[in-house]
């Protein structure tokens, strides 16, 4: 049987623009109509980074494709979420061009590079393997620590955010694949590396 193959450039050029789109528009969507406490999952940092991974373990290799790639849906993702909410509640327009909006977009570049990586490094062997696979799991994880700060608070209902994020960390470990051994490895490094995303919501005043 022949291995499959990675998306063409072509493929690409008419996939992640409109990914992009959709990821803006679901997000929207799924926090406006989906009851608490699921809709946090919309409105969640760690959802749009497993997109951008999703789509870098679809590009299968390449990083640096795989990272513009990841990038560019993230990006046309923001966007996309407030034209979303112009269109259905009669939200301002102007807000797209908002420098919160440059921000996340920025950030989106970021998490891009990172995550869209990630997906190809997940679909190797040895260590790259293991970071690779460790980050889905590590960016809810990372958001559970968030949520728990919110219900020591008194955030309401902030414990069931915890509980859902803890328990998509610990299904995308297994999800995973591998030996035991393997999944093991990557709860482990898993750990410290919603850590690091602590320090740097942290840093960035989220």
Do not use: C, H
Not at 8 to 16: A, D, G, K, M, N
Not at 83 to 91: E, K, N, P, S, V
Not at 128 to 135: E, K, N
Request: net charge positive.
């Amino acid at each position: 049987m022949l291995a499959a193959m990675p998306p063409s450039p072509r493929t690409l050029t008419l996939v992640v623009p409109s990914a992009g789109l959709l990821l803006g528009f679901l997000d929207f969507v799924w926090i406006k109509w989906v009851p608490f406490p699921f809709a946090e999952l919309g409105n969640s940092t760690a959802t749009w980074a497993v997109a951008a991974f999703a789509l870098g373990w679809w590009i299968r290799s390449g990083a640096l494709r795989a990272a513009v790639a990841a990038s560019v849906l993230l990006v046309v993702a923001v966007p996309s979420y407030y034209l979303t909410a112009t269109l259905i509640q009669g939200d301002d327009p102007a807000v797209i061009g908002a420098p919160a909006s440059l921000l996340w977009m920025a950030l989106g570049v970021i998490a891009g590079v990172v995550f869209g990586v990630g997906g190809t490094w997940a679909r190797t062997a040895g260590w790259r393997r293991i970071v690779g696979a460790a980050l889905p799991a590590a960016v809810f994880a990372e958001e559970a620590l968030r949520f728990a700060g919110k219900a020591r608070s008194g955030y309401p209902g902030a414990w069931w955010n915890v509980a859902i994020d803890l328990g998509l960390a610990a299904l995308l470990i297994v999800l995973a694949g591998g030996p035991a051994r393997v999944r093991l490895l990557t709860a482990a490094v898993a750990v410290p590396l919603a850590g690091l995303g602590a320090v740097a919501f942290a840093a960035l005043g989220g």
